[in-house]
């Protein structure tokens, strides 16, 4: 029988975690936790379960979550983060793979639960996500702190998974906020490392389709005004990254 290996990054996570451990502790053979030296008792809760827990200096959302795929004992893993956990149904749809692993990777779609309430539509439903894949075949990739794994062969076929990942989000405004402003930071530094520019029409026409595509097309305004909440932050995470790229800019 295949075996599986869980691998979680996580810093001050005493929120979330244990419904993470609990969700991965029956499905996986082993569980593999990357703390950033919590500060909270993210480490305390982790202990009370079997888990191999190694403490590693943030190396950014993208080399953290590869740093994590290499601590791991099997190749196949499902991989989340601390706020995250497997529905009851996709628990079932791991532990079948484990006698019958087709594909090298496996996506399923991440629900979000802001400020109480799970979000059914906007960019936020179905959050199509690939978590549980061969390692010796995908890595995180992507613009931090905007990570995703991907297959490193484009050929390569995938299949998705019945049931969700919770992701218990941002569970208030303010955290909301404060998360927009640092996200925004992050990547505005990550976009002038990767020598993208920021002309004054992305500042202006960027939020505005994020916000119309998101409040719109993916029919946002159905989640109420937690939709709209979370429609307009997505604009504002858009102006913020451009708007700091620019100041970045005049500084080099």
Request: glycine share 6%; with cysteine.
């Amino acid at each position: 029988m295949l075996k599986l290996s869980g691998v979680i990054i996580t810093f001050n996570e005493e929120r979330n975690i244990e419904r993470c451990l609990q969700s991965l502790k029956t499905i996986v053979d082993e569980i593999v936790v990357v703390d950033s030296f919590s500060t909270d008792q993210t480490k305390a809760i982790c202990s009370r379960y079997n888990v191999t827990f190694i403490e590693q200096e943030f190396l950014g959302y993208i080399e953290q979550k590869n740093f994590a795929l290499q601590q791991a004992k099997y190749n196949h893993v499902v991989s989340l983060d601390g706020d995250e956990a497997l529905s009851k149904t996709l628990q079932k749809s791991i532990v079948n793979l484990k006698t019958n692993w087709i594909f090298d990777g496996y996506y399923a779609n991440r629900f979000n639960n802001f400020c109480g309430q799970w979000i059914k539509h906007s960019d936020w439903y179905p959050n199509k996500k690939l978590r549980v894949f061969d390692r010796r075949k995908a890595e995180w990739q992507g613009i931090n702190p905007h990570d995703h794994v991907e297959m490193r062969d484009k050929t390569i076929k995938t299949g998705h998974l019945k049931g969700d990942i919770l992701h218990r989000t941002y569970q208030t405004y303010s955290e909301f906020n404060k998360k927009t402003e640092y996200f925004s930071t992050i990547a505005a530094k990550a976009y002038l490392d990767k020598g993208k520019k920021a002309p004054l029409w992305k500042l202006i026409w960027n939020p505005s389709w994020a916000f119309f595509k998101a409040y719109f097309l993916r029919l946002g305004f159905l989640d109420g005004y937690n939709g709209y909440v979370i429609c307009k932050g997505t604009a504002k995470i858009t102006y913020l990254k451009y708007s700091k790229l620019r100041q970045l800019y005049k500084k080099v």
